[in-house]
């Protein structure tokens, strides 16, 4: 069997409380109707024994949000366009899958909306707290300084939907991206035990594809089309 290299690929990061798992089943049934690839990163793959999905196994025994990116390598091998999705983001209306499978991707890593539409509140890097006294990100902005001086100006990115194409996108993202992991997952662990380590992965996602000249854009004409159409849990 080959696959066919310009099929676009769903990819979905599943562990945790039961909600998240049935909320990726009803939508794996949704993109399987409709004739579309989808792999799923999980610690459980038995729970996905009913759905013809690729499964990524998930064996991690610390989590962590960056890990999603896993899906993006496994996808990219095969594919040109991986479609990153939440497990709890909500699908209203059908046309979304018109849309997915018939809009024309950028180059590169496509968002289509900022962490100033989430609880988090913030549109900018340098609107994040990394000051001495929080620990979760003051190491991480160190290192980032570094490598990327000018990252106060990079938009936030809200994960929830996010789009990677193999045209425009560079290997060396993946090495900046996983140094970056590294280092806001020990923040994290010094910071205090939480239950799912590395949040931000946005962050990560934006610098590092700055660092190695990945195409790099907000899509607003996507979001644009897809408004009304899917949302994120944070903002009901």
């Known amino acids: 069997y080959i696959i066919p290299m310009n099929e676009i690929v769903i990819g979905i990061m599943c562990f945790g409380d039961d909600y998240y798992f049935n909320h990726t089943k009803l939508k794996l049934e949704e993109f399987i109707n409709h004739d579309l690839t989808c792999y799923v990163l999980t610690d459980k793959p038995a729970a996905f024994n009913d759905f013809n999905v690729n499964i990524v196994k998930y064996d991690r025994s ?22 990153l999705i939440d497990a709890d983001m909500f699908i209203f209306k059908p046309t979304f899958f018109d849309i997915l499978k018939n809009y024309k991707y950028k180059k590169g890593i496509t968002y289509i909306d900022t962490l100033k539409s989430h609880s988090f509140g913030k549109q900018f890097i340098r609107e ?20 990327y ?30 140094q970056l992991q590294t280092i806001k997952e020990s923040c994290d662990i010094m910071s205090k035990e939480k239950e799912v380590n590395g949040a931000g992965e946005g962050v990560s996602i934006h610098i590092s594809a700055k660092v190695t000249n990945c195409q790099i854009q907000r899509d607003e004409e996507l979001y644009e089309s897809l408004k009304g159409i899917i949302l994120n849990k944070n903002r009901i």
């Open 128 to 147: 994040i707290q990394m000051n001495p006294e929080n620990v979760d990100w003051y190491n991480y902005r160190k290192y980032v300084e570094k490598i």
């Open 62 to 83: 610390i989590k962590s949000y960056h890990d999603k990116i896993i899906l993006v390598k496994h996808i990219l091998k095969y594919h040109n366009i991986c479609v």
């Open 149 to 178: 001086p000018d990252y106060d100006d990079l938009e936030t990115i809200y994960e929830y939907f996010i789009v990677f194409n193999r045209e425009g996108l560079n290997n060396g993202f993946y090495r900046i991206y996983e």
